[in-house]
């Protein structure tokens, strides 16, 4: 180790010692002294002083305690993202504090009074005036096939956040609802042939994704199996965990009772959501991911301001496959 440290190091620094301290513990005195270039001063900004809307950290994980609606509790892997404003004229954040800050409250059973509590708290810590935590997971569902009576776990992917700007809260619901969408142009060029040329055809079926974002507003608990029923309940041709022969034959009747095309469906999740008085602003997007073209069908609906945004993310289409 001494012939590789003398090759590095340079000589003016020939005494500096080259072993782990396992025996030092600094003390207040020293943490005092040692540098923070993150809280020095703006003549240390690179680049142009200004606002920063939003900087702090992504995707740390750690297992949160969710309450289930039927009274049950589930541990689930969280990626967490927490984030900031950043005044001009300060030079960063110690982004730690955000993860310190959450720590604190990560071993009580999640509720959005939690998430406000963690968000208090590392947004007077950095001295900020807006910030915003992020939580995704997979949740785990039970589901039975449509005739077998087979049962297998279904999963969702969520994300629940809270933003805070200026000072005004609100709390955010994202799910991704997985189905299948017969297309009922297809449907009907494939019965036109069986009645006037005895010809066999079938209509083209796609694995299809929403992405459905909400406002949660008043007191009531909106569950993450509520929010899973009002999409079954807007489009109950739901993809399935297992199968065997006559659930097979049940979902091709299920899709040929529901063919739908993306305007449909973004208009079936409205209708539903636009129903239920915990549900504020929404976003639907929806993508078909079409087995006739070599493209998707989308679409997207907004209702209220929340979502309501003259630009998207260019990628944001190509997030919505789900491969299994």
Known sequence: MADITASIIPKKYADLKNSYPTDFS????????????????????????????????SN??????????????????????????????????????????????????????????????????????DARIQMRISFPVKVKSLRSGLEGYQYYDFSLEMVDVDGARKKILHMDYVYSSTCPCSLELSEHARQTRNQLATPHSQRSVARISIVL???????????????????????????????????????????????????????????????????????????LHSHDAVSILTHGPTFNQGSIDPKMFSTLIHTG
């Open 26 to 57: 600094p003390d207040k005195t020293y943490l005092k002294t040692m540098p923070d270039l993150q809280n020095g001063p703006s003549s240390l900004i690179r680049g142009e002083n200004c606002l920063i809307q939003h900087v702090g950290i």
């Open 60 to 129: 740390f994980r750690l297992p949160i305690t969710y309450q289930l609606r039927d009274g049950g509790e589930q541990s689930l892997e969280t990626s967490v993202t927490g984030t900031v404003s950043l005044a001009a004229d300060k030079k960063g954040i110690n982004m730690s504090r955000i993860m310190r800050s959450f720590y604190n409250y990560a071993q009580r059973h999640f509720s959005f009074e939690v998430i406000a509590a963690a968000l208090s708290e590392y947004k007077n810590d950095l001295n900020s005036f």
């Open 217 to 291: 507003v008043g007191q009531d608990t909106l569950w993450f199996e509520d929010l899973i029923d009002l999409c079954r309940a807007s489009i109950p041709s739901e993809t399935q965990v297992m199968v065997k022969r006559e659930d097979e034959q049940a979902f091709a009747e299920l899709n040929a009772a529901n063919p739908i095309f993306v305007e449909d469906a973004v208009r079936l999740f409205c209708e539903t959501l636009s129903q239920d008085n915990r549900i504020g602003d929404f976003r639907i997007i929806a993508s078909h991911q079409e087995s």
